[in-house]
């Protein structure tokens, strides 16, 4: 098993930025997809961004490329989310996954939620205009 606890979130006004951490611990190796996502109220949950630790690949949604970096600190088996320019759409409750992903398959993280194992239980962040 895997746990995943995040932190970091707020409140923020447009414009300001948030770094959001999610801490690993348990049965985690090496080789694993760990990625972002978030939910509105009233919408579907949300890939933002993903991250394949045996490399340090980075993949990002397509939408949020170029405002959030994702990060990770291999030795504290920790994930890393910095939130630039902020707007009061990205408001959602921000969630921390993990995936088992073998060696042998090239390591490519898709970021959709269903393909992902372990979830924290997200921080909320909320961005006022």
């Known amino acids: 098993q895997v746990q995943l606890v995040e932190s970091g979130g707020g409140s923020v006004q447009a414009g300001g930025s948030l770094r959001l951490s999610c801490a690993a611990s348990g049965a985690i190796d090496s080789s694993y997809c760990m990625g972002w996502f978030r939910q509105a109220p009233g919408k579907e949950r949300e890939g933002v961004a993903a991250?394949?630790?045996?490399?340090?690949?980075?993949y990002y949604a397509d939408s949020l490329k170029g405002r959030f970096t994702i990060s990770h600190d291999a030795a504290a088996n920790t994930l890393y989310l910095d939130m630039n320019s902020l707007q009061p759409e990205d408001t959602a409750m921000y969630y921390c996954?993990?995936?088992?992903?073998?060696?042998?398959?090239?390591?490519?993280?898709?970021?959709?939620?269903?393909?992902?194992?372990?979830w924290g239980q997200g921080t909320q962040v909320t961005v006022s205009s």
């Open positions: 996954a993990a995936v088992d992903v073998p060696t042998s398959t090239g390591g490519y993280c898709l970021i959709v939620s269903s393909s992902y194992d372990y």
């Open positions: 991250y394949y630790t045996y490399v340090g690949k980075t």
